[in-house]
């Protein structure tokens, strides 16, 4: 008997950008970015589409680590009508 290949294709990870790194890609200082932000479970109210969502990724208690989901950059770049292009490598 022989064994039978099975292919699985999974689906890319989602990356998580710090501050720093979506600062550096929008060309803002990090003063000017933390205005830019919406922050989960902190910013009062429903997410403006003019403010990109930061997510903590460190548990209660701790010191918060902000982090900015790919999903959510890219939306706020569509609603700033900021064109993007995926390159497909990591």
Known sequence: MTARQIHVQLPKPEFYYTL???GTILAVSEPTLKTMLH???RSVGARPKDKILAINIMPDGEEPQWRISEVHLKRFL????IRYSDRGIV
């Open 78 to 81: 569509k609603a700033r009508g």
């Open 20 to 22: 720093d790194q979506v």
């Open 39 to 41: 922050y989960a479970g």
